[in-house]
């Protein structure tokens, strides 16, 4: 009987039932796309590391994760000297600077060496470089920035001519010659990060320790402890900052269904001192009104999940750089988090109509 009545109540007021359940699914979206944006991106990094196909990296002292500050001045001498180390089979610098958007970077590479490591690029328009300011793109970069072969486009400043389209999926989105990007950006030698390349895989940790005995200053990992470090708790402002948008758009649930309930309880004063002077008690108000608070939630989280598929696709179409996951291990959270609001932003209302008095509450006109 109080299912049924929940229902009828819901199905009373179509208008505002639909808009209170988008207003919370509205809220769970923007949770959900929150948090798939930066597990994709960061994703989308870790992928792209591995595509580069080497199995030890090393950045500069007291370097971070995702950071571009400090090169190392001596590069192209520790890049020969890694080379000479036993079972390495390949080693190459790479020279890194920012492109102005997060996680942009432009990187320089030695093409052949790049080539032979990463197994080289497949491209979708033009080729290699063929003059000193060529880049390649990826096609993901391409399409945000509506570039083709022959375009010009000014990056971090210099103006650099696109001579290649290629497949996403190794190291960067943007690649110029190394030894332009020094003309450029900084000075004969420099590399940001050198990516080395074990000749078995059975000896990757016997050379990573013998690296980390004759650079002991350096930042050295296998390719699995990097994107390891790749990740959102790595990043303590993309934390904090989801965690905030989060807290918010709690508030912003709890104010809708809050609103909801309270116009819910004032439309509804006749109907409450019915059903009390028939013999309701207080208990069973309360349950009716937080009955329709939660099933207005789980529709919104619902439709909140529903729609992030449509983010998804829209991020896709319109900010192609950005890569959104579905995060299904969030659903059950974001529910969770649905149902707190419904229940803290329905709790005053029923209070507040459990404790009608039946006389006043029949009369109320």
Request: charged share 20%; proline share 4%; glycine share 8%.
């Amino acid at each position: 009987m109080i299912h049924r009545l929940v229902f009828e109540n819901l199905k009373h007021r179509p208008v505002q039932t639909l808009l209170s359940a988008i207003g919370i699914g509205v809220s769970i979206t923007m949770i959900l796309t929150l948090v798939g944006v930066s597990r994709g991106t960061l994703g989308d990094i870790q992928e792209r590391s591995r595509g580069t196909g080497a199995d030890i990296l090393i950045r500069p002292p007291n370097s971070a994760a995702l950071s571009l500050s400090g090169n190392m001045k001596l590069g192209d001498k520790l890049v020969l000297k890694v080379r000479e180390q036993p079972h390495v089979a390949l080693a190459t610098g790479i020279l890194m600077q920012s492109a102005g958007d997060l996680f942009d970077n432009i990187d320089g590479i030695n093409l052949a060496e790049f080539n032979q490591m990463s197994g080289g690029f497949r491209y979708l328009e033009g080729g290699p470089f063929q003059r000193p300011d060529d880049m390649i793109v990826d096609e993901d970069y391409a399409r945000s920035k509506n570039l083709h072969v022959g375009s010009e486009v000014t990056s971090a400043g210099p103006r650099w001519h696109i001579s290649g389209v290629v497949e996403p999926g190794k190291l960067a989105r943007m690649f110029a010659q190394i030894d332009t990007m020094r003309e450029k950006y900084s000075e004969p030698g420099e590399v940001s990060v050198i990516y080395v390349k074990v000749d078995d895989a059975a000896n990757i940790p016997s050379v990573l320790e013998n690296l980390r005995q004759i650079m002991p200053d350096h930042k050295i990992f296998t390719m699995q402890e990097y994107t390891d470090r790749v990740s959102v708790n790595s990043i303590p402002l993309l934390k904090n900052f989801t965690n905030v948008v989060i807290v918010l758009t709690v508030i912003w649930g709890l104010l809708v269904v809050f609103q909801t309930m309270y116009t819910a309880v004032l439309q509804r004063t006749r109907e409450i001192g019915i059903l009390k002077a028939l013999g309701a008690s207080p208990g069973y108000i309360l349950g009716v009104l937080l009955r329709e608070a939660v099933l207005l939630a789980v529709v919104g989280a619902i439709a909140g999940i529903l729609m992030t598929f449509g983010t998804r696709a829209l991020m896709h179409r319109f900010v192609p750089t950005l890569t959104q996951a579905i995060v299904p291990d969030w659903w059950w959270r974001a529910l969770l988090i649905a149902l707190t609001a419904a229940i803290l932003g329905a709790l005053y209302p029923g209070l507040k109509a459990a404790r009608q008095d039946a006389i006043e509450a029949l009369a109320y006109d």
